[in-house]
């Protein structure tokens, strides 16, 4: 297989609500390998985006390529084969209530994978361990866990047909600074094993320093910077000011030199 | 690719070599399993055993766990196993899956099919029992609030009580009519059909009149309002409960039987009985057609021989008996709305035995009234 320098790359993408243009001619290129953090304000398109990528949400015009394919091109077949080499992790986990955890994890496998019962079997406890959950929380129903053991069984569901690139919806909101640091570490790891690419949607400044290799910002409807975390914070974009030198960023990066 | 080129294994003097080649992918697992546990069963006796990687060309968790379950078979009985010439790429995945499915996976028992029957039988009567307490424990609840609102009348939810009203009352009243329009058109056919052999069809009036009014009008009417209505307040209290609204208006200081539930109940003892006026008054016009078109006597008649057997008891009888099912209804709701937890299974789960355990308990109350009424002539 050649090597696509870019798995997913977007090229002047409008997407439109009532007749109101939320994203307008936005373009965008996510690496083989790395990892991507997208910001943005609350309810300026970011998860639009993600959604339209992962073809949730129509488009406008524009074109959306991964793997180097464009997805207007692909009939239902080569779709839904390419849509097994992602995973996505949604903002509340949308687990399947219904379902114990491990049968969460089995669910893609069980559809679209040729397993026996105990190597299904193994392979969740395998899952579940790898996203550093243990194996009483198989048996559990959704409903019985707390919000980081959500994210994290939701994580290792995202990563049962290990996909190549997967999608993170906000990954650390909503839990504790430690689980939030535990989750970012853990992200990088897995990143590392199986050789993700992660696109990463989040507002947790702290992920976008330890975690990824490159930050993307969304505002009127564009993408009015990219790169590493250290360009953000010299850019001079008011929006981005704001952002990268707020209050609260301060804050956190008071932390990490005090902490260095 | 034949199955075989997945895994090869040959044997040199005391040293087993391994060789696993091409995919091992998830899409392959199928047929790759089977060689392992093959290779894994035969288990020659060895000193050493070499899992060799060169050949393997892709490999996810899948594939790597079914190398590591290959290496454990026999790292697990004290032998000398070691992967090599592996990928440095797929080192980590290696190391990673080694550390999982450590313990033994424990499977549960079976339980025998005669206990598990036995088990159910006896859930389900410790179960009703349950229900008893729970209904009766919030009708307690139920009139403790009612008992402030007395107090505090300022504290009463007028508008709430006319919204639900509206809702359970009032966009009912086409669907009771022509539903009670329908049986009572039904039962004076049936009547008139069978009565006729004994020449007795005008005592079909009598058993339309009588049945209309004293049974089936309420009740055709409360199992109509606990599908309908019953479900809907288990459905909202129930996603409410999931949401965490409730919780939320409990530490505003507020007590959601009353500001919620008293409301509703109130709605549905007040609606019933007038649903079941309407419902009865209905199902006395179908079955006065059916019997001028099909029975051939005119409305007068139908209508004085209607007077000469109802007493105002009959009509009372049936009456009485809705405000009681309405509270049983809407009880068996609420209740059933408030034990909701977190997932959208048990939203459905409880909606239905709101449904059913309001219907059966609607006619076993029907039950008791007519002893009662038996009981004081009426």
């Known amino acids: 297989m050649a090597e696509i320098e870019n798995i997913i790359s977007v090229r002047d993408l409008v997407v439109a609500f009532n007749g109101y243009d939320v994203l307008k001619g936005l373009s965008l290129d996510v690496k083989r390998g790395e990892i991507l953090g997208f910001v943005g304000a609350s309810g300026g398109g970011k998860s639009v985006l993600l959604r339209t990528i992962i073809g949730l949400l129509h488009k406008k015009h524009g074109s959306i390529s991964v793997f180097g394919q464009n997805l207007d091109e692909l009939d239902e077949d080569a779709r839904q084969a390419l849509e097994r080499r992602w995973g996505v992790l949604f903002q509340q986990g949308a687990l399947f ?69 997967v999608f993170l919806d906000e990954p650390t909101s909503g839990l504790d600074p430690i689980s939030a640091g535990e989750f970012d570490d853990l992200i990088m790891a897995l990143s590392e094993t199986l050789g993700l690419t992660v696109y990463m949607v989040t507002h947790d400044l702290d992920s976008l320093h330890t975690v990824c290799d490159r930050v993307a910002a969304l505002a009127d409807g564009r993408v009015i910077a990219q790169g590493p975390i250290e360009a953000m914070l010299a850019a001079d974009h008011p929006w981005l000011k704001a952002y990268f030198h707020g209050k609260r960023a301060r804050n956190v990066a008071a932390g990490r030199r005090s902490k260095h | 690719m034949a199955a075989d080129a997945f895994l090869s294994s040959t044997l040199d003097g005391r040293r087993l070599i391994i060789a696993p080649a091409g995919e091992w992918i998830a899409q392959r697992a199928g047929e790759i399993e089977p060689l392992v546990d093959a290779v894994v069963r035969e288990r020659p006796q060895v000193e050493r055993v070499e899992i060799d990687a060169r050949g393997l060309q892709r490999l996810d968790t899948v594939g790597a766990w079914l190398m590591e379950r290959l290496r454990r078979s026999w790292a697990d009985a004290g032998i000398n196993t070691q992967i090599v010439s592996l990928e440095p790429r797929y080192q980590v995945l290696i ?27 006896g859930k389900g009567v410790a179960d009703s029992v349950d229900d008893f307490e729970a209904i009766v424990r919030f009708l307690g609840n139920v009139m403790v609030a009612a008992g402030r609102i007395i107090i505090h009348p300022s504290h009463f939810r007028f508008t709430s009580i006319v919204h639900h009203l509206d809702t359970v009352g009032y966009r009912a009243v086409p669907i009771i009519v022509l539903i009670n329009f329908l049986i009572g058109a039904i039962l004076a056919q049936q009547g008139i059909f069978h009565f006729s052999k004994f020449g007795a069809e005008p005592f079909v009036v009598d058993m339309v009149g009588i049945l ?55 709605a549905l003892v007040i609606a019933l009985p007038l649903l079941t006026f309407i419902g009865s008054m209905s199902a006395l016009v179908g079955g006065g057609i059916v019997c001028w078109l099909y029975g051939g006597f005119a409305p007068e008649v139908f209508i004085d021989r209607l007077r000469e057997v109802i007493t105002i008891d009959t009509f009372r009888v049936g009456m009485i008996k809705a405000p009681f099912m309405a509270l049983v209804i809407g009880l068996v709701a609420c209740v059933e709305g408030l034990r909701v937890e977190g997932s959208a299974d048990s939203l459905g789960y409880h909606t239905t035995a709101s449904v059913v355990k309001a219907i059966f308990l609607v006619i076993v109350l029907d039950g008791f009234f007519a002893m009662f009424f038996a009981g004081i002539d009426m």
């Open chain 1, 97 to 165: 209530s219904s379902l114990t955890v491990r049968e969460n994890i089995q669910f893609p496998m069980r559809e679209y994978l040729n397993l026996s019962k105990r190597l299904m079997d193994e392979i969740a406890l395998a899952k579940l361990e790898m996203v550093g959950l243990t194996a009483d929380v198989c048996k559990k129903m959704p409903s019985e866990l707390s919000g980081g053991m959500i994210k994290r069984a939701a994580l290792a569901r995202s990563l049962a047909l290990d996909p190549e690139i």
């Open chain 2, 95 to 121: 190391s990673e899956v080694a550390h999982s499915n450590l313990k033994e996976f424990e499977h549960h028992r079976p339980i025998p099919p005669m206990r598990d029957a036995l088990e159910h039988v």
């Open chain 2, 212 to 266: 209309v009014l004293r049974e089936v009008g309420v009740l055709i009417v409360s199992i109509m309002i606990a599908g309908r209505s019953g479900s809907a307040y288990t459905a909202e209290l129930g996603s409410m409960k999931m949401q965490e609204e409730i919780d939320a208006l409990r530490v505003m200081g507020f007590d959601p039987v009353e500001i919620l539930i008293l409301p509703k109940l109130t």
